[in-house]
């Protein structure tokens, strides 16, 4: 027997009779000793002991519950306001602001025509007012320049105070076309500020307010949105002018609009002022506009007579 072998038996012997393990104890002994039972198996990894979860944290994500990406929102669209037919104001008797001077449009075979007097203030004494007939109060003929900012407008180019007109809602506004905003007549000793809106008097507004103001709101409601996709649809310097052209729409209004007569009580004027901005913006933003119908209303025919019953009674409807 070799040397080792014969130092484990005797280390063996010498154990204590309580310290000897059984059979099964020696044998496992042995194979650790050895390198042959447990100790020859890779350990196994310790496994995590999972968190408690915390009241009022969020619970694991399942990964098949997680949010998509959604579509992104169809682009906005332009609001669209009808556009006002150059009949409704033909034949009409408009002041400017309601309040001094005339104008009438009228068709002319195919053409239009407008008588204009234009209300202004003395050369000699700017206390005291005075008018003026354009074409000594005869016709002068409109040349057409189509729609380029929605609106129907006419020009009275070669007029002694060259003018346009854009057909708005029961109303037209006028603005003079060379670079000064008074036209003078020397000989008539006036100078005339034609450029405002020229509409009915205010007497006949005060009735609708109620209705233009709900009006008014849906015109602000179309500037606004039309105005927000044109800044949406330019980048960088693009949107200043943009920006200012606004700014200038709301003082513009105020100037135009602060002196027709009652405005403050009816509002007319501030609505068809927005009107025409919200069409122009939808107009150069690529949509054309409906043209709004003017067409009268259908006349209810009466029923016919029925002998011996009146026909406004009612009554002819149960007559044998």
């Known amino acids: 027997m070799s040397l080792p072998r014969t130092l484990l038996v005797l280390s063996a012997l010498a154990l204590p009779a309580a310290l000897v393990p059984g059979p099964a104890s020696a044998q496992n002994f042995f194979e650790e000793l050895f390198g042959i039972g447990r100790a020859a198996r890779p350990p196994v990894p310790r496994q995590p002991v999972p968190a408690e979860p915390v009241p009022g944290a969020p619970g694991p994500v399942d990964p098949s519950q997680e949010a998509k990406p959604t579509?992104?929102?169809?682009?906005?669209?332009?609001?669209?306001?009808?556009?006002?037919?150059e009949d409704n104001v033909f034949g009409q008797d408009l002041m400017l602001n309601g309040l001094t001077g005339g104008l009438k449009l009228e068709r002319a075979g195919t053409g239009?025509?407008?008588?204009?007097?234009?209300?202004?203030?003395?050369i000699s004494q700017p206390t005291e007012s005075c008018t003026v007939k354009l074409s000594a109060g005869a016709p002068v003929a409109l040349t057409s320049s189509g729609k380029p900012e929605g609106v129907t407008r006419f020009e009275a180019a070669a007029a002694e105070c060259p003018l346009r007109f854009e057909i708005l809602d029961g109303s037209v506004l006028a603005t003079p076309l060379g670079g000064s905003a008074i036209c003078t007549f020397s000989a008539a000793d006036c100078a005339t500020t034609p450029k405002g809106l020229w509409g009915p008097p205010a007497a006949s507004l005060i009735a609708r307010s109620g209705e233009f103001d709900s009006a008014r709101g849906t015109a602000d409601r179309a500037v606004y949105d039309n105005y927000k996709i044109m800044t949406q649809r330019v980048r960088g310097q693009d949107v200043r002018p943009i920006v200012q052209e606004q700014a200038a729409f709301?003082?513009?209004?105020?100037e135009i609009c602060r002196t027709y007569a009652r405005e403050g009580a009816h509002g007319f004027c501030h609505l068809r002022y927005t009107e025409a901005r919200a069409i122009s913006l939808a107009t150069r933003l690529g949509v054309t506009a409906p043209t709004a119908s003017v067409a009268p209303?259908?006349?209810?025919?009466?029923?016919?007579?029925v002998d011996g019953v009146n026909p406004d009674s009612g009554a002819a409807a149960i007559a044998e």
């Not at 579509?71 to 006002?84: D, H, M, N, S």
């Not at 709301?250 to 105020?254: A, G, L, N, P, Q």
């Open 297 to 305: 209303r259908p006349v209810r025919r009466k029923p016919a007579a």
């Open 112 to 122: 239009v025509t407008a008588k204009v007097t234009l209300p202004g203030t003395k």
């Open 71 to 85: 579509a992104p929102p169809p682009p906005r669209q332009p609001v669209v306001l009808r556009t006002p037919v």
């Open 250 to 254: 709301s003082s513009d209004r105020e």
